[in-house]
């Protein structure tokens, strides 16, 4: 057997937000409540190991700190403790709302993100084309992105991260995103990229068959805590077992 290369390492993950739920103007201008901040653990002590060219999947019910974790994993978000190592690998997030500038057009931000992803202007222009033909979205790619939809701009983020194609991708329920043909070309898309053996996958997803389709394994958190994570069936006969019951 190959020695296995580990590409994501989570250790004790643990992320907090500042609650508001108690704040109060008057308060805060009196200096009243200086010690008194309230903190949400959206992820909570969350350890586990992704291995090079693995899928996996996380569920868990809204809330569960799924989202947050892909952009911990994505590096938008900073642990608060533990540690999140990607090994110097190129890491792309899928979500609608990240990483556009919505005063630029879509071609513009297509050179911006792959920028920030780690590519060269050369390379981004060198496969501009291709990202533009997939994500077929006719005149709107020279229009400004706040004039998009979010099938619109569901497609811009998934053509480019499907053609720059980096070495971990992360995706936030994307695939569920965008008209019938679209969503038919991208998930046939993701299923080749998939099966890179080079490439990682996490996918988050409420699309319990999508999951058992194409993931390897699947971490369940629920309330920021990991309730288990191993092989793809077993842990979700148990996730909708769980869910059953709660409803």
């Given amino acids: 057997m190959g020695q296995r290369e580990v590409a994501i390492r989570v250790e004790n993950l643990t992320i907090r937000y500042r609650s508001l739920k108690s704040y109060s103007i008057k308060k805060n201008l009196l200096h009243l409540n200086r010690n008194k901040k309230e903190y949400f653990e959206a992820v909570k002590h969350v350890s586990f190991e992704v291995e090079k060219g693995e899928i996996l999947g996380i569920v868990g019910k809204n809330g569960s700190g799924k989202s947050t974790m892909l952009r911990a994993l994505a590096h938008i978000f900073s642990p608060d403790e533990g540690s999140i190592d990607t090994f110097d690998n190129t890491v792309s997030l899928l979500s609608i709302g990240v990483g556009f500038q919505k005063e630029l057009s879509g071609r513009e931000n297509i050179v911006l993100s792959g920028m920030l992803l780690g590519f060269s202007e050369e390379q981004i222009r060198e496969k501009m084309p ?95 805590e990991m309730v288990m994570i191993g092989e793809t069936n077993e842990v979700l006969d148990k996730y909708e077992e769980y869910m059953d019951a709660e409803e």
């Fill in 130 to 224: 291709r990202i533009i033909k997939f994500a077929d979205l006719g005149r709107f790619i020279d229009m400004p992105v706040s004039t998009y939809s979010s099938g619109m701009y569901s497609k811009l983020a998934f053509s480019i991260t499907a053609i720059l194609e980096t070495d971990i991708i992360l995706i936030d329920e994307i695939l569920s995103v965008g008209d019938r043909r679209f969503k038919k070309k991208s998930y046939k898309k993701m299923k080749s990229l998939i099966s890179d053996k080079e490439r990682t996958v996490v996918i988050v997803s409420h699309n319990n068959q999508s999951l058992r389709d194409l993931c390897t394994k699947v971490l369940w958190i629920n309330e920021g």
